[in-house]
């Protein structure tokens, strides 16, 4: 959905424009790999989608992705280009079944299909050969531009200190709607649907986005590490409180109407190279 080379097409042919994004982020350095490619690097069927050399697959419950990028250089850590490879597995606490509509007229939907797990990454490039911990999957899917309907939106995801998972999505319609909700996971799966304390502005980043999110009046997000601080989408991680839980939450901004900006169309090649 960000490819300009599928926008530059027309939007014709979406399996012509594929790609796994894959980002790293830790102590020794960050890593970023999203390389487009064409159909005939595609592979699918009912259990497993390939592009190029890595692939999605699902083992019984659990979800394997086996990752072979080229990632970008990163200044101060990587100069070049290195090639990274290794695996991702996400073993689901439980999975979740219901697609929320994002708008009112259904274009655009989002699934929470595992909002929690254990995940579990190795590849060589990293310290000590990996890491695990706390697993999420989601997807999205929509029948146009997400410029077509969206100003912006903000999503979080955590966890509080009793095992609950918490999901947020905040959203602006174009024409000025403001789609706000919650939602809280216990640890067998069950489901509840939460209105979320007001939205609270967090600090903009170097190119200018900022984003919010929800906070109880008597308290104050803060903003703990910055992981992609782009000219159109930030991700980051914050600390907040939803009804009394003090939650340290993965937390995206997308502005929709940067996105669509023709200057940064032309940026995003640099961070998103494209093999036909």
Not at 3 to 14: A, D, T
Not at 27 to 33: D, F, L, V
Not at 138 to 156: H, I, K, S, V
Not at 249 to 274: G, I, K, Q, W, Y
Request: aromatic share 12%.
């Amino acid at each position: 959905m960000f490819s300009p080379y599928y926008h530059w097409s027309g939007r014709k042919r979406p399996e012509n424009h594929v790609a796994f994004n894959v980002a790293l982020y830790g102590p020794e350095g960050h890593a970023w790999a999203m390389t487009e490619r064409s159909s005939r690097h595609l592979q699918r069927d009912r259990s497993r989608v390939q592009i190029g050399r890595s692939f999605l697959r699902y083992v019984g419950s659990d979800f394997v992705i086996g990752f072979d990028e080229v990632f970008l250089p990163w200044p101060g850590q990587r100069w070049r280009p290195e090639r990274m490879r290794g695996e991702i597995r996400l073993e689901p606490r439980f999975l979740g079944h219901q697609a929320f509509s994002l708008d009112g007229d259904g274009r655009h939907l989002w699934q929470p299909v595992a909002p929690k797990g254990r995940v579990m990454v190795s590849c060589d490039a990293l310290p000590g050969g990996g890491w695990s911990g706390d697993g999420y999957h989601d997807m999205n899917c929509g029948t146009r531009p997400l410029e077509q309907d969206f100003q912006a939106w903000d999503w979080a995801r955590g966890s509080t200190a009793d095992g609950r998972t918490v999901l947020l999505y905040d959203s602006v319609l174009t024409d000025g709607i403001n789609s706000r909700f919650g939602l809280i996971y216990s640890d067998e799966g069950e489901v509840s649907t939460i209105v979320p304390p007001a939205r609270r502005v967090l600090r903009r980043g170097f190119w200018g986005v900022g984003g919010g999110i929800a906070c109880d009046d008597a308290a104050e997000p803060a903003l703990r590490s910055v992981y992609e601080d782009t000219p159109f989408y930030r991700r980051s991680l914050v600390e907040t409180t939803i009804s009394g839980d003090r939650v340290v939450m993965m937390h995206e901004t997308l502005d929709c109407r940067r996105l669509a900006m023709p200057l940064v169309r032309l940026m995003l090649p640099f961070r998103m190279p494209r093999r036909g």
